[in-house]
């Protein structure tokens, strides 16, 4: 539609944009909740974990001059800003998942940013004993399990080689 992708064929369709393909997937597999209140908690969720990941995914291309402010600053926001919030959510709302009390969107991603920032700090969950339960026992869904295991097509790591050409795109020649 736009000359872009991603590009999703399902149901006879052709999706664009993300969000529209992610809410699309969420409400068709009864990921989405199951009111208009769950599911506007859902995208309040969903859209700060996008904010993170955006800040995760921008860290392995950052100039070498400027990568370690980026991370410890990446850090900072994820274990000050972000996994507070989320952990004082699932200990308030007291159920497995963050919305309702079955899993949705916004516990797939949270899980997917959990391992996104222990990628970046291994021990990054270390003060937030409520998000690795949460960690722990998603991880465990078969579904979720399955799509873990080694050779998934859980998104591929950035590539060394790739760096040189990833940061001339977004910064040029420096």
Do not use: W
């Amino acid at each position: 539609m736009f000359q872009q992708v991603p590009m999703v064929e399902m149901d006879g369709m052709k999706l664009v944009q993300c969000r529209a393909i992610c809410n699309y997937i969420s409400a068709k597999h009864n990921l989405y909740g199951k009111d208009l209140k769950e599911r506007v908690l859902i995208d309040m969720y969903v859209e700060a974990i996008l904010d993170l990941n955006e800040l995760i995914m921008r860290a392995p291309v950052q100039p070498a001059d400027k990568k370690e402010k980026y991370m410890a600053d990446t850090v900072d926001k994820a274990t000050n800003r972000y996994f507070p919030v989320f952990e004082k959510a699932l200990k308030d709302h007291g159920k497995d998942f963050l919305v309702g009390n079955q899993l949705s969107r916004a516990d797939v991603q949270l899980l997917e940013i959990i391992l996104m920032a222990e990628e970046v700090k291994a021990d990054i969950l270390a003060k937030f004993p409520v998000l690795q339960s949460f960690k722990a026992r998603t991880s465990k869904i078969p579904t979720i399990k399955k799509f873990l295991q080694p050779g998934s097509p859980r998104k591929p790591p950035l590539e060394v080689k790739d760096v040189p050409k990833v940061l001339k795109i977004f910064y040029g020649d420096q």
